[in-house]
């Protein structure tokens, strides 16, 4: 699975933003795709995750409330919309994909940079 991960930009605090990641490859059907961040010198962090089909949705609660996954299976595509933007969401943004039955998520786009100004 291949994946392209795009949207990021500056942005002040308390603005939105969306985030896309092209999904590409081999069936995905059973894969469940996500989104993580990594702020600058720290560790990579969790954010989001939706289930390719049904399209269930799991955010630690740290992002319930302002941030939300979704994916539009006719397009290959995830989404992660991001509302009330704090300097503290400054990060990279990954979208990554973990194939059925697997513990880890094993397939990564390439980063998308989101810098939230004061």
């Known amino acids: 699975v291949q994946l392209q991960a795009s949207g990021g930009g500056l942005v002040q605090a308390g603005a939105s933003l969306r985030l896309s990641c092209a999904i590409s490859?081999?069936?995905?059907?059973?894969?469940?795709v996500g989104w993580w961040r990594q702020a600058p010198g720290q560790e990579r962090e969790f954010v989001a995750s939706?289930?390719?089909?049904?399209?269930?949705?799991y955010l630690p609660d740290s992002f319930k409330g302002r941030f939300a996954i979704s994916r539009d299976v006719a397009k290959c595509t995830l989404s992660l919309q991001m509302n009330s933007l704090q300097i503290e969401d400054t990060a990279v943004y990954y979208c990554?994909?973990?194939?059925?039955?697997?513990?880890?998520?094993?397939?990564w786009g390439q980063g998308t940079l989101v810098t939230v100004s004061s």
């Open positions: 990554a994909a973990r194939a059925p039955d697997s513990w880890s998520w094993d397939d």
């Open positions: 490859g081999s069936t995905f059907a059973g894969y469940t």
């Open positions: 939706i289930t390719w089909r049904p399209g269930s949705t």
